[in-house]
């Protein structure tokens, strides 16, 4: 069964609104946890790192300040898109490793976003 | 240079054939290295992973690594319709769990 879940699995909000996507590990702690865009026909892009207990480490070009991340528990990791444009439509999915089960990356379902 | 090139496709493959999906990455540093399989609409799955040089054979799935070139690759074999998807490489940052993904290749088996 899933080891990593998100939620919602997909969400439509209207533009300038913020939207909040959870990624949940089911099972296990996750001091670290990662979230990724993908737009359609296209790759994985990572956003950024969410760190349990500290400041989320962003990738270059992201912004960190209309992507919001918190990682208040060592079970949840939360992505909100501040004032969303729909330039900012896309497949979110977070992702993260038990290491007692090996280096296997797990990934969550995915979160579909549409800014209208 | 992108750091994990995938030739995008799609590479289309009669039903029982051997499917052939290539990748390359530019940091010789890379340790680890992963193949997932991605249906449309859909978060991707794991299909392997490999860290030696060499060969890594699952089933129908076979991973081969040369790190001296700088190259991955995956086998299908007994290609089944099923297998159709894209199929991203994906290569960890050294000491991270972070991947680094390919843009994907669409492989299409047709029966």
């Known amino acids: 069964g899933a080891v990593v879940s998100q939620h919602p699995s997909w969400v439509i909000c209207k533009s300038g609104t913020s939207v909040k996507i959870e990624c949940r590990s089911l099972?296990?702690?996750?001091?670290?946890m990662f979230w990724y865009r993908q737009f359609p026909k296209q790759s994985l892009m990572l956003m950024a790192t969410?760190?349990?207990?500290?400041?989320?480490?962003?990738e270059q070009g992201v912004e960190k300040d209309k992507f919001l991340i918190n990682h208040a528990s060592l079970t949840l990791s939360t992505l909100t898109v501040t004032s969303a444009h729909p330039e900012d439509s896309s497949f979110y999915i977070c992702s993260a490793r038990d290491p007692p089960r090996g280096n296997t990356i797990y990934f969550g379902e995915g979160s579909w976003l549409t800014v209208v | 240079q992108k750091e994990v090139e995938q030739n995008s496709g799609p590479l289309s493959v009669p039903e029982g054939a051997i499917a052939s999906l290539n990748c390359t990455y530019s940091?010789?540093?890379?340790?680890?290295f992963f193949w997932y399989r991605q249906y449309s609409g859909k978060s991707p799955e794991l299909i392997m992973f490999i860290y030696s040089n060499g060969d890594k054979e699952d089933g129908r799935f076979t991973a081969q690594l040369n790190k001296a070139s700088q190259y991955v690759s995956l086998l299908i074999r007994d290609s089944q319709p099923s297998d159709s998807a894209t199929y991203l490489c994906a290569v960890n940052i050294y000491n991270t769990d972070k991947l680094i993904f390919g843009t994907g290749t669409r492989l299409q088996v047709f029966p």
């Open positions: 940091d010789r540093g890379s340790q680890s």
């Open positions: 969410s760190n349990e207990g500290s400041k989320a480490t962003y």
């Open positions: 099972d296990f702690q996750a001091t670290t």
